[in-house]
């Protein structure tokens, strides 16, 4: 097996790239605008959280957040990140209540 992890340069030197590296990235080259606000950030793992954290730093107001997961330390984690969260037990439980939310935004 062979594993590839990119790496770049961060303050404190080299690090392994992670999700928050990629929001930054993207509100960079794309233009997101983050800061304002108004950002979802869903996920279902650990490897979610600094992904959360970013978009959390761009706009800690602004941002809510929604994980699938019984884990209680990650919804502990999740929700020390972002208070503004909630859990769902199951993908289909999310993506229910996102199409429940589309219909009443038309």
Known sequence: DIEIILTIESE???K?????????????????????GGSLVCGD??????????????APQGTKAVFVTEDSS???KMRNLC????TVPRPDVLVSALNEISKNGE
């Open 12 to 14: 404190g030197g080299i």
């Open 16 to 36: 392994d790239f992670d999700k928050g590296d990629g929001v930054n990235l993207l509100n960079e080259r794309l233009d997101l605008q983050l800061s304002a």
């Open 45 to 58: 793992t650990f490897s979610d959280l600094p992904m959360l954290e970013a978009a959390v730093k761009k």
């Open 74 to 76: 990650l919804e502990e």
């Open 83 to 86: 208070p503004d969260s909630i």
